[in-house]
């Protein structure tokens, strides 16, 4: 044979078999406004294929593995997406159709219960409820078609929670895979103290920050608890789906036991006990500190967390690590000028016992904010839902 035909079949042999794609599925991981690129280092470390920040969330492709390791392990993400198809919906028919065509056996094997839920809107696409309305009927039409009987609609516990996203003239459908949103670890006690930040977020704050597990860290006005509790996950690798939730992948036909079973196996077997990484926390209101001590129990880090009821004033002389904390900022609890000598307590608690260590601290206030009185190093914008806030870090000398 000769060269050229060699090469001609060669050719010809890696079009007819190409290898079935590693990573088929595609998914959507929300997250908070600002906090995009810090989620998608999560999914990169993950081994999760195409990661793209985009607006409020990761774009990213990935096996069924992928899609239950991202469930288990991110610790930033409020959900993932699993993305079933995007086609034009200009208007009530074309959507409807568009939903009628799809395979919907894949998805819904009876008696599994649905529920849709829409965001966004178009010219002839105007409110959020008719759509999900409409989605549903090409839905539970597909099933009448095939002749077999239809989901019924469950607005509260569905076994699969649709996502329809109108923008412009299209639609694109997904499904839910976490069920709870992510951030519902399990770990809280019922009485959570006043404003406590989610724990999805608090997350992403300490990742923000530099911390990676290992370093000594302070939260002086620590309320629930809930960055401590986060660290101590971090530093012992805790994912954060190990704590019993449940999770709607589970309830989907794609469903396989025995790998999830394996997932779960993997991530036990690499928890460790860490030595020398300090987790502590203060908090002067007596019911914050009996919530976080709940919250610490809860996700299994009380043993490497220390906890006291203790005013910023009275504060100690720390050398190393860092400090990353969440002052009340005067939206939800105390008022501006009220919180003004908080914030100078702050600052000068930093300048005069932090020496050595950095700190972060987060507010929606630029105003109290400079009255910490201190130069920052970087200042990243992060919401927290609505609020538009300014993580603050400072290096301590
Ligand atoms: C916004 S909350 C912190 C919420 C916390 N990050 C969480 O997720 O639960 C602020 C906390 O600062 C505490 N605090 C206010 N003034 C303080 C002071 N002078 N010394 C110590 N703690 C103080 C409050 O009791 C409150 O729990």
Same mark, same amino acid.
């Given at each position: 044979?000769?060269?050229?035909?060699?090469?001609?079949?060669?050719?010809?042999?890696?079009?007819?078999?190409?290898?079935?794609?590693?990573?088929?599925?595609?998914?959507?991981?929300?997250?908070?406004?600002?906090?995009?690129?810090?989620?998608?280092?999560?999914?990169?470390?993950?081994?999760?294929?195409?990661? =793209?920040?985009?607006? $409020? @969330?990761?774009?990213?492709?990935?096996?069924?593995?992928?899609?239950?390791? #991202?469930?288990?392990? !991110? +610790?930033?993400?409020?959900?993932?997406?699993?993305?079933?198809?995007?086609?034009?919906?200009?208007?009530?028919?074309?959507?409807?159709?568009?939903?009628?065509?799809?395979?919907?056996?894949?998805?819904?094997?009876?008696?599994?219960?649905?529920?849709?839920?829409?965001?966004?809107?178009?010219?002839?696409?105007?409110?959020?409820?008719?759509?999900?309305?409409?989605?549903?009927?090409?839905?539970?039409?597909?099933?009448?078609?095939?002749?077999?009987?239809?989901?019924?609609?469950?607005?509260?516990?569905?076994?699969?929670?649709?996502?329809?996203?109108?923008?412009?003239?299209?639609?694109?459908?997904?499904?839910?895979?976490?069920?709870?949103?992510?951030? =519902?670890?399990?770990? $809280? @006690?019922?009485?959570?103290?006043?404003?406590?930040?989610?724990?999805?977020? #608090?997350?992403?704050? !300490? +990742?923000?920050?530099?911390?990676?597990?290992?370093?000594?860290?302070?939260?002086?006005?620590?309320?629930?608890?809930?960055?401590?509790?986060?660290?101590?996950?971090?530093?012992?690798?805790?994912?954060?789906?190990?704590?019993?939730?449940?999770?709607?992948?589970?309830?989907?036909?794609?469903?396989?036991?025995?790998?999830?079973?394996?997932?779960?196996?993997?991530?036990?077997?690499?928890?460790?006990?860490?030595?020398?990484?300090?987790?502590?926390?203060?908090?002067?209101?007596?019911?914050?500190?009996?919530?976080?001590?709940?919250?610490?129990?809860?996700?299994?880090?009380?043993?490497?967390?220390?906890?006291?009821?203790?005013?910023?004033?009275?504060?100690?002389?720390?050398?190393? @690590?860092?400090?990353?904390?969440?002052?009340?900022?005067?939206?939800?609890?105390?008022?501006?000028?009220?919180?003004?000598?908080?914030?100078?307590?702050?600052?000068?608690?930093?300048?005069?016992?932090?020496?050595?260590?950095?700190?972060?601290?987060?507010?929606?206030?630029?105003?109290?904010?400079?009255?910490?009185?201190?130069?920052?190093?970087?200042?990243?914008?992060?919401?927290?839902?609505?609020?538009?806030?300014?993580?603050?870090?400072?290096?301590?000398?």
């Amino acid at each position: 044979m000769s060269p050229a035909k060699t090469m001609r079949n060669t050719n010809t042999i890696h079009r007819r078999q190409r290898p079935a794609p590693q990573h088929p599925f595609v998914f959507f991981a929300p997250t908070f406004k600002g906090l995009e690129a810090t989620l998608a280092e999560e999914l990169v470390a993950l081994g999760a294929s195409e990661v =793209q920040a985009a607006n $409020r @969330g990761v774009d990213f492709k990935g096996s069924l593995e992928t899609l239950y390791q #991202a469930n288990l392990h !991110l +610790r930033c993400a409020h959900r993932v997406l699993w993305h079933i198809a995007t086609f034009p919906a200009a208007d009530r028919t074309q959507l409807y159709e568009g939903v009628r065509a799809l395979p919907w056996g894949d998805h819904l094997a009876l008696p599994m219960t649905l529920a849709v839920d829409t965001v966004g809107t178009n010219a002839n696409l105007v409110h959020t409820q008719f759509t999900s309305r409409v989605v549903k009927d090409g839905v539970v039409d597909w099933f009448r078609d095939q002749g077999k009987p239809r989901p019924d609609v469950d607005l509260e516990n569905p076994d699969l929670a649709l996502n329809a996203r109108i923008s412009g003239d299209t639609c694109t459908l997904s499904w839910d895979t976490s069920g709870d949103r992510l951030h =519902q670890r399990g770990y $809280r @006690g019922r009485h959570a103290g006043p404003a406590p930040l989610k724990e999805n977020l #608090a997350a992403a704050l !300490l +990742r923000l920050s530099g911390y990676d597990g290992t370093q000594p860290l302070v939260d002086p006005l620590c309320g629930s608890g809930t960055l401590l509790i986060e660290a101590a996950m971090m530093a012992k690798n805790i994912p954060p789906g190990l704590l019993g939730r449940r999770f709607a992948f589970t309830r989907h036909p794609t469903y396989d036991a025995r790998l999830w079973a394996n997932i779960q196996g993997d991530a036990r077997a690499q928890i460790i006990e860490p030595e020398g990484c300090p987790i502590i926390g203060y908090d002067i209101s007596e019911g914050a500190v009996r919530a976080a001590a709940t919250g610490l129990a809860g996700a299994g880090v009380d043993d490497i967390v220390r906890l006291k009821r203790q005013p910023l004033a009275e504060m100690g002389t720390f050398s190393e @690590g860092m400090i990353v904390t969440n002052p009340p900022y005067g939206e939800r609890i105390g008022d501006i000028e009220e919180l003004i000598p908080l914030y100078e307590t702050l600052g000068s608690t930093f300048k005069h016992k932090c020496q050595g260590m950095s700190a972060h601290v987060l507010t929606s206030s630029k105003f109290l904010g400079g009255r910490i009185g201190l130069k920052t190093y970087r200042r990243d914008a992060v919401w927290n839902g609505p609020l538009e806030c300014r993580l603050l870090h400072y290096e301590l000398y």
